[in-house]
Nanobody, 127 residues
């Protein structure tokens, strides 16, 4: 079982920034996708961003494009989500996830495609 540990959530005012981190256990490996999803109270879990194993290719939800940046540190088994220009509607529990083995593609937008999930970290954006 792959263990994913998330951190970096918190309370921030609208227009501010947060950087989420997700670190996976185990050896360094390739051929996987790491993604970020979020879930607000009463809503379905939604896709935020995803990257392939080396970070060469990335996907973003339209709602966060231009504001959020996903990045990878393959050697550290880590993925990050830099969130800028935060809005109250970004308030949610954010989850990192791993699709392994996997390849970045249309399926990367689907939560069911991912095999391992972190525990979630709360992000709250106030106005």
């Amino acid at each position: 079982q792959v263990q994913l540990v998330e951190s970096g959530g918190g309370l921030v005012q609208a227009g501010g920034s947060l950087r989420l981190s997700c670190v996976g256990s185990g050896r360094v490996f390739s051929s996987y996708v790491m993604g970020w999803f979020r879930q607000a109270p009463g809503k379905e879990r939604e896709f935020v961003a995803a990257a392939d194993w080396n970070g060469a290719n990335t996907y973003y939800a339209d709602s966060v494009k231009g504001r959020f940046t996903i990045s990878r540190d393959h050697a550290k088994n880590a993925v990050y989500l830099q969130m800028d220009s935060l809005k109250p509607e970004d308030t949610a529990v954010y989850y990192c996830a791993v699709d392994f083995p996997g390849r970045l593609g249309p399926q990367s937008y689907i939560p069911a495609e991912y095999d391992y999930w972190g525990q979630g970290t709360q992000v709250t954006v106030s106005s």
